[in-house]
């Protein structure tokens, strides 16, 4: 089982700031099979970065995944309101079970 | 535009079966071009996946969970379930029915469904 591991647990930035979220896998893994997804209070997930840089249908571009082998990040270039939320990573594809990260957590400074 | 409903009881007695059953609409479980899955989250937790099927019954389960799921597929209604045996508190979750084109990420959502676990 390949499990993921989100850094920090929280961060706490104001809007217009840069937030890096980082999520390592425990073994090297495909980048193909690296997936952000973001969730806001009593919402479900949303998917937004897939292939580890790919962004999702109807997704702004600053918001950027990168990254390969066991470390991955998702970039959201300047924050707005509505990007304060919890952010988890997941991995999918062939290697089973699907794992997620446990989140990181954006909130506003 | 597609859409997945999750229904079932919101409360169920420890020992007991959770079941749980999600309807598809504007799109069909019968579609060979994806997977339909079940991914919960405990109240303040993150998420955990349950197990996907595929519309020809073929089944993937967490191997934590393997042990007391079932996933099936009933085609004629449009519709995918889950049952979950000998469930303890520790079962509590949100429930979240969920589609992945292939080996892809969930890409479509149900609303989620608190199941809570008591006496």
């Known amino acids: 089982e390949i499990v993921l591991t989100q850094s920090p647990g929280t961060m706490s930035l104001s809007p217009g700031e840069r937030a890096t979220l980082s999520c390592r896998a425990s073994q090297s893994m495909s980048s193909t099979y690296l997936a952000w997804y973001q969730q806001k209070p009593g919402q479900a997930p949303r998917l937004l970065i897939y292939g580890a840089s790919s962004r999702a249908t109807g997704i702004p571009d600053r918001f950027s995944g990168s990254g390969s082998g066991t470390d991955f990040t998702l970039t959201i270039s300047r924050l707005e309101p509505e990007d304060f939320a919890v952010y988890y990573c997941q991995q999918y594809g062939s290697s089973l079970p699907w794992t997620f990260g446990q989140g990181t957590k954006v909130e506003i400074k | 535009q597609l859409q997945l409903q999750e229904s079932g009881p919101g409360l169920v007695k420890p020992s007991e079966t959770l079941s749980l059953t999600c309807t598809v609409s504007?799109?069909?479980?019968?579609?060979?071009?994806?997977?339909w899955g079940w991914v919960r989250q405990p109240p303040g937790k993150g998420l955990e996946w349950i197990g996907s099927i595929y519309y020809s019954g073929t089944t993937y389960y967490n191997p934590s969970l393997k042990s007391r799921v079932i996933i099936s597929v009933d085609t004629s209604k449009n519709q995918f379930s889950v049952k979950l045996n000998s469930v303890t508190a520790a079962d509590t979750a949100v429930y979240y029915c969920a589609r992945t084109p292939g080996y892809n990420p969930f890409d479509c959502w149900g609303q989620g469904t608190l199941v809570t676990v008591s006496s």
């Open positions: 504007g799109g069909s479980v019968s579609s060979s071009s994806y997977f």
